[in-house]
């Protein structure tokens, strides 16, 4: 697999539920990023979380981070149908040498569907 | 809260002509990036540009392509010679200050390219 694979591709659910999103990379990462897209418009930041984290929350959101096992969740608690979008993880590299200039590695996507 | 603008937001173009993208990053940022996504694929990165000159670029980025900031508040792709397998949707991102990476990107709502 590719660098930031997220599962499921898709995901339905109802509103007030919780959804779940999974990505796994393969590199070493200086962190991880979730972006969220709504149909048509450009990607929306949403937590970050370094490599030295194991678990952020922001709001409705938890993020968590394995780097044992190359791995994120993203949460979404209480869902609700204005969190219907994709949701995208990306990677920085780390580097050894102390330079990075950011370049995002994204995954495929999760195309997240809350019913009202 | 700022944001960062791209125009057109769509651009139709014949195969072989040239094309300038447009986008105005966040007016304190300091590095700044294209993306671009084809449809129903991931966020590829194209390039990222620092301090007036690239600090990295994917394969992608070939010599079809080149980028520019000319006045200090746009910053351009030109895309030479377009092939069909150009049609995207391009993104431009910005982020603040320099150090570390782990600050996140700011997308614009991107360029939709059809290379008829």
């Known amino acids: 697999s590719q660098q930031g694979e997220e599962d499921p591709q898709a995901l339905s659910i109802q509103e007030g539920e919780n959804a779940t999103m999974n990505c796994s990379y393969k590199?070493?990462?200086?962190?991880l990023q979730w972006y969220r897209q709504n149909s048509g418009r450009g990607l929306v930041h949403l937590i970050l979380?370094?490599?030295?984290?194991r678990e952020k929350h922001s709001g409705r959101l938890r993020v968590t981070l394995d780097t044992s096992k190359k791995s994120s969740s993203l949460l979404i608690t209480a869902s609700r149908a204005a969190d219907t979008a994709s949701y995208f993880c990306?990677?920085?590299?780390?580097?050894?040498?102390?330079?990075?200039?950011?370049?995002?590695?994204f995954g495929q996507g999760t195309i997240l569907t809350v019913h009202p | 809260e700022p944001e960062v603008t791209q125009t057109p937001s769509h651009q139709v173009t014949q195969m072989g002509q040239e094309v300038i993208l447009r986008c105005v990053p966040i007016?304190?940022?300091?590095?700044f990036y294209w993306y671009r996504q084809i449809l129903g694929q991931k966020v590829e990165f194209l390039v990222s540009?620092?301090?007036?000159?690239?600090?990295?670029k994917s394969e992608i980025f070939d010599d079809q392509f080149s980028v520019e900031r000319p006045d200090g508040s746009n910053f351009t792709l030109k895309i030479r010679s377009t092939k069909l397998e150009d049609s995207a949707m391009y993104f431009c991102?910005?982020?603040?200050?320099?150090?570390?990476?782990?600050?996140?990107?700011?997308f614009g709502d991107g360029t939709r390219l059809s290379i008829l």
């Open positions: 979380i370094r490599s030295n984290e």
């Open positions: 590199t070493s990462i200086n962190n």
């Open positions: 991102a910005s982020r603040p200050h320099r150090g570390p990476s782990d600050q996140p990107q700011h």
């Open positions: 007016s304190n940022h300091l590095y």
């Open positions: 990306a990677t920085v590299p780390f580097n050894a040498g102390g330079t990075s200039y950011g370049k995002l590695t």
């Open positions: 540009f620092y301090n007036n000159e690239i600090s990295e």
